[in-house]
């Protein structure tokens, strides 16, 4: 029991990250229509801004390390934000009118490109980062086992929290919100209504490219390794967390993202390693054929 909770910590944490990485997919999917297959290496260069914000300010100790941080994450961010804008720019708004499949391309071909760039600026060897966060809290100890819950966790759990909830406010309550989910059902009477959709459209790649910087930095402050190559496979896990709780629910983004780190994590702790992602795509393959639409997705409705 002691061990199917620690799992279970464990597993829930991945999921969170998982979770605001899957939040970016389904923003873009809802409004726009299309995958942001670039969107994973938008995480990669939020962790690698943060990472190089870090060594700028150096190590810090006691109150300063809560200073240090505020200011990573809000470095990360805007700057994250930038690339997504610029990503929207370049790779999506000059083929908004035509087939989804040249814009799929036009995606995976900045995935390329931004990979490529990373390696080239930053170095193909792994980056490491010393510990900024250790400790925790004993919850259990067992005979053999003890469990435990670490700073880093509570933070990644705290910090995932509140922003989904004020990211769900941001979509309920504002005028932003109302003007994404108008340019989501129809994105003609949107510009007809006076609705700006090439500012709202920006405006959610910035939003989601921004929330992919705080998993990239999260991810660095828990396993303290990043590499160029980091991005590809959370972005698919999390486009496959995305899918698994229904593409266009930003719920459902957060609900996939918990369901895979808790795949991952369980597999992992009780039978192997090496086929962890077997086990997570296997799920998806599964839902995907008795339920295509996920698990808080809704059926597409054909305009005719």
């Keep these: 029991m002691d061990y199917f909770l620690q799992q279970l910590i464990n597993g829930l944490?991945?999921?969170?990250?998982?979770?605001?990485?899957?939040?970016?997919?389904?923003?873009?999917?809802?409004?726009?229509?299309?995958?942001?297959f670039a969107h994973g290496e938008i995480f990669m260069i939020g962790a690698f801004i943060?990472?190089?914000?870090?060594?700028?300010?150096?190590?810090?100790?006691?109150?300063?390390?809560?200073?240090?941080?505020?200011?990573?994450?809000?470095?990360?961010?805007?700057?994250?934000?930038?690339?997504?804008?610029?990503?929207?720019?370049?790779?999506?708004?000059?083929?908004?009118?035509?087939?989804?499949?040249?814009?799929?391309?036009?995606?995976?071909?900045?995935?390329?490109?931004l990979q490529n760039f990373v390696q080239i600026s930053q170095g193909a060897r792994v980056k490491a980062l010393q510990p900024v966060i250790s400790g925790g809290i004993e919850l259990y100890r067992g005979a053999?086992?003890?469990v435990t819950l670490s700073y880093m966790q509570i933070i990644i759990m705290t910090v995932t929290t509140a922003l989904m909830v004020g990211?769900?406010?941001?979509?309920?309550?504002?005028?932003?919100?109302?003007?994404?989910?108008?340019?989501?059902?129809?994105?003609?009477?949107a510009a007809l209504i006076g609705i700006?959709?090439?500012?709202?459209?920006?405006?959610?790649?910035?939003?989601?490219?921004?929330?992919?910087a705080v998993a990239g930095l999260m991810i660095t402050l828990y396993y303290g390794v990043i590499d160029f190559y980091v991005g590809f496979l959370a972005g698919i896990k999390a486009f496959t967390a995305a899918?698994?709780?229904?593409?266009?629910?930003?719920?459902?983004?957060?609900?996939?993202?918990?369901?895979i780190g808790l795949i991952e994590a369980f597999w992992s702790g009780y039978f192997t390693?090496?086929?962890k992602d077997v086990a997570a795509f296997a799920i998806l393959v599964l839902v995907l054929i008795f339920s295509p639409t996920g698990l808080l997705g809704l059926p597409e409705v054909e305009k005719v």
């Design 13 to 36: 944490t991945l999921g969170a990250i998982y979770g605001l990485i899957a939040i970016g997919y389904t923003m873009v999917y809802g409004i726009v229509g299309m995958i942001n």
């Design 50 to 113: 943060a990472l190089i914000t870090f060594l700028i300010l150096g190590p810090s100790s006691g109150a300063m390390i809560i200073v240090t941080l505020f200011i990573v994450l809000i470095v990360s961010m805007l700057l994250t934000a930038v690339y997504g804008w610029a990503l929207e720019r370049v790779a999506y708004r000059p083929l908004r009118g035509s087939p989804r499949l040249a814009a799929l391309i036009s995606a995976i071909g900045m995935s390329i490109f």
């Design 144 to 146: 053999i086992f003890t």
């Design 167 to 189: 990211f769900w406010m941001v979509i309920s309550k504002t005028a932003l919100g109302r003007a994404q989910r108008a340019c989501e059902q129809d994105r003609t009477m």
């Design 196 to 212: 700006d959709v090439d500012r709202t459209i920006s405006v959610t790649f910035v939003l989601g490219a921004a929330l992919a």
């Design 243 to 259: 899918v698994l709780g229904g593409i266009g629910s930003v719920p459902g983004a957060m609900l996939g993202g918990l369901l």
């Design 273 to 275: 390693i090496e086929y």
